[in-house]
DNA sequence: TATGAATGAGAGTTCATTCAT
DNA sequence: TATGAATGAACTCTCATTCAT
């Protein structure tokens, strides 16, 4: 463990703060980077000395976003009770997916890197490793008889990341529903997963 | 069956497949009127004749979108055996949402409908009708033993509904993964449901 | 000769003014598009209903300058005395570069043509034509046995053109040697040219 | 010849280096501070330690030019033979002015000069020692009876030097025709200047 | 001497919309 | 219905320069 040799400005992650606050407001095409720096405080040209446009800051935010995904991860891909393991990620990771910030910001970054491969690039690896792990997890239940074994894991972590993923959405226009039955999502996939 | 006393114009017909075109190849704010107006190979003030402004287009998009949902709507409304409709419907409408064309269309639709009201209108309305049909199948089977009846069957709908639209959302990402298993999210839903 | 199947909108000469009197008083690279609008009397946006950008206008003005030259080429090409062709060419082409208007604009088209290809074609072009024009002139006169024809003529027109263009270039900075002897230039080269 | 009181930090020569280099390949207005330190490898700020801005980098560029035409003006001046020291001239200015680097920084001054009085000074300066050392040179061979002496000396000066810079600047836009005669415009120009 | 964050005016261009024809 | 010129605010980004460290 080395002392990180380039240690990030300050007025950078005021900047990203500022923007992840417009993004979650306006969205990411309807925010000016004169917004931006209005927020941060800053003057319009500074911004460009700590980003290199617009969209690098969506990047790095995406980037951040990756880093917050390795907690979830790193618990899936150490457990010794695949169950009990799935049983606490769809619940937490529910509960992650459906903040509204998370969701919201989620969305402002998947659409964007439906077209921008820069976003896409980052956006694409943070889901592969959060699908393999998943399916690690899966697949380590399934050899222990946990889980119902014979589908693909890769393409059960999809449908998995795809429902908690979707209800995150969902709660974005329809808030009153999505908190009826926070458990009702794991009980219906762990019954699902029954061998 | 009377004739339909406002007969859409032609052109306005030329100008939403030209408007859906540009959408779903650079979004919705990517897209300037120009870029339509080029496209339905009309004049820029034209345009202003058949719809009000460029939101107008993507709320007749919206409308559009939810007829289509309503041969959906209509056969899980008027079925007589809760569990075939079901299969019909997880295998049919995720063929439905997993379109490139539909899939991108929906998420701009999505996003935009979060911050403009105009649009969040037409499409939560789409959405409530095809839950309430869907809830209302769900209801049904439950009542007759065919599923479980524990769980609020709106919940269950909507988780449904995340599911199959969260596939589709991945599939314009990892169009590789999608299609290896099309039946694998209806054999889980139902095996989730049993009761 | 049929009817422009293009009329030139009026508005575009005025941009065109507009811009010939910013581009002459303060340069082309410092001419905003700003300072052409507020000259013009248009809006800022309407400059590019008729203009591509700020470049399409300097190429248009370039394009205008070959249109000029063609009074001069016509008049070389088609002559039966070619000496006093060439008298009456340097006298009245000198006269014409020498204007400050002429030797500011082709200045800057010239400098801005040795980087930017879009104006380097219509300048490269204009130069061609004038060249070519000039050479056959000297050629008529080499064969007739008015001008020594031992350098190849191409060379001389450049030389020509060159002192000339050169001496409009001066006209610039010193205003006052060049109005001395408007006509030793044409003394000096015609005594060049004895066979 | 005493040492210079003054001598020149090397770091100030490294800058005007990677100036010359910019406004070669790009031009003074199109190259920004940030292209010239970042070629001369020093910080932004530091620039302003070693010049008082962008355009004061310029004008100790063309004090340069300055002192590179001083080795013509010597020889210009101290002559006993004004024939075949106007003819060396010819031969060798012609040579150094279509250097392209030479034609290059010549035309950047140049139109620097038209609208920057600071730039102006130091251009007319330079000019003016160079056009009076040629006349000297033709005063000379004019009483001598080598050269026809109807005519301004200074005149003539100004156009031979406009004939061979105006080559030179030529040679950019056509590199090809340059060199095929470089001894042309010698003997064009001494068959001129015949008494 | 050296650094690079900070400034804010200004750059060229696009935007959705209006309106006279 | 159809046209495209006209509008001006908004867009992202670059500019030369200053200044605290």
Known sequence: MSADPHPIHPRKLEIVHAAVTNFLEKGYHQTGVRDIVGQAGISLGNLYNHFKGKEAIL???AEIEGQELSDFIDRLSSTDDPRATLQWFITDYAAYVALPENALLGVEILTEALRNPAIADVF???RDRLIAALAGCLTQGGKSGVF???IDP???ACMILDTL???GLRSLSLPAH??????AIGSFILNGLKP
């Open 154 to 156: 890769r393409v059960v």
């Open 165 to 167: 993923e979707g209800q």
């Open 124 to 126: 694409g690896r943070n």
């Open 148 to 150: 119902a074994s014979q």
């Open 59 to 61: 990047v790095f935010i």
């Open 178 to 183: 999505s908190n009826l039955a926070p458990d």
